[in-house]
């Protein structure tokens, strides 16, 4: 099996290892910061010896987490290797979803499932687990957010670019303060990031970044930390709709983004702008020192062009 490191955690925080034999070829995006590990496979079947690479390779690497991202022919393979399906990200691929699938290293089972196991650990099929569980509760605690404070104001929001510097910058400030949801790394492969600072009045300031596929017209935006009480919670949902309003200017059709499953006001901002749950993704943040379940919420923003 030959492997090798193609990109730097010092630039991007995620690096980038290829492995590639007559039986498995296979690009590993490992995050430093959340100890996560995508897997883009580029050859289809459920082999043990894809479950073994990618397994050694994440408790080599110090990973805790491992997802993947597939269309829905694909979810058999990956349950059979020992995945759960956590979710979806609708319109990922312009006219159809990405399906995610997820397993704690910790937790695999030691071998491969049977054929008639394909479906097992189905999110719709595993309603009782702890992170479902917790996204139900902070879900219905952020509706309840939403009921209260109905009718008041979103205060004005100013939207500016923002270097990679200054995102950094940031970065490092919200890290000490224990705030930071992100180091904006990429999520997938030659990702082009770009950055914003959002300010309203009252000393409000918010960074954050998106990245896209002009391809499939999908993005992911991520905002670098969570508000804290209601005011910022009306800044941030301000925040939110104006992010999503110029994604729209850019032509994205879809946008994503991860919360803590236990973060009612996030969730709260992310629903008042017409997000919805669409993944329950099991110990997949590391927020200051704690690791969390993640919900993944989405929206579409226009309808894909014929």
Known sequence: MAARTLSSTSSSGVDELLFRNDAVSLCLLVNRRHRTLRI???????????????????????????????????????????????????????????????????????????????????????????????????????????????????????????????????VAVAQRAGQALTGFEPFGRDAVRTGYVLSARGGFTLHAAWEMQSCFGNSFLEILSSPRHESERLATTAAIGALCDRLVDEKAVSTFTFAPADDQELCAALLANGFRRSAVLARHLVVGRARKDAILWSKKLVAPEA
């Open 40 to 170: 883009i496979d580029f050859r289809a079947g459920p082999t043990p010896s894809k479950r073994n690479f990618v397994l050694s390779a994440a408790k080599r690497e110090g990973v805790e987490k491992i997802y993947t991202l597939v269309e829905r022919d694909e979810v058999p393979t990956w349950t059979r290797l020992g995945f759960v399906r956590e979710g979806s990200i609708p319109g990922f691929y312009k006219r159809s979803d990405a399906w995610i699938l997820g397993a704690v290293v910790s937790q695999m089972s030691p071998s491969l499932r049977e054929e008639g196991d394909d479906e097992q650990g189905a999110e719709g099929d595993d309603r009782g687990s702890p992170a479902v569980l917790l996204a139900e509760r902070t879900s219905a605690r952020a509706r309840r957010l939403l009921r209260e404070s109905e009718g008041r104001p979103l205060p004005a929001i100013k939207i500016a670019p923002a270097s990679a510097v200054e995102l950094r910058r940031a």
